[in-house]
Nanobody, 116 residues
Framework: QVQLVESGGGLVQPGGSLRLSCVAS????????MGWYRQAPGKQRELVAQ???????DYADSVKGRFTISRDNAKNMVYLQMNTLKPEDTAVYYC??????????WGQGTPVTVSS
């Protein structure tokens, strides 16, 4: 059974940092694409960053230069290092994995709150 489990969310002050982790299990082959999305209250879910198995990462304009996505293919893990956090980064962050046959899977989400 495919499962994605996120961790690392929490409360942080503006300007602070957090590192999100996501472990993917049950995949026959390491996912083709892994990414992070977020959904703020009252807003649609949006792509934050994504990374293919062997290609450069892609970021939303709002997080470029502040967030870094990375993955460990051997461990089927993906990380999101978030620096210089802003109140507008407050959201539930979801891990997403897409297989080579383009099936998409989601984690349960981890909340991030940026507030003083």
């Amino acid at each position: 059974q495919v499962q994605l489990v996120e961790s690392g969310g929490g409360l942080v002050q503006p300007g602070g940092s957090l590192r999100l982790s996501c472990v993917a299990s049950g995949f026959v082959r390491s996912p083709y694409r892994m990414g992070w999305y977020r959904q703020a209250p009252g807003k649609q879910r949006e792509l934050v960053a994504q990374i293919l198995r062997s290609s450069p990462a892609d970021y939303a304009d709002s997080v470029k230069g502040r967030f870094t996505i990375s993955r460990d293919n051997a461990k089927n893990m993906v990380y999101l290092q978030m620096n210089t956090l802003k109140p507008e980064d407050t959201a539930v962050y979801y891990c997403n994995a897409e297989t080579w046959s383009l099936n998409s899977y989601w984690g349960q989400g981890t909340p991030v709150t940026v507030s003083s």
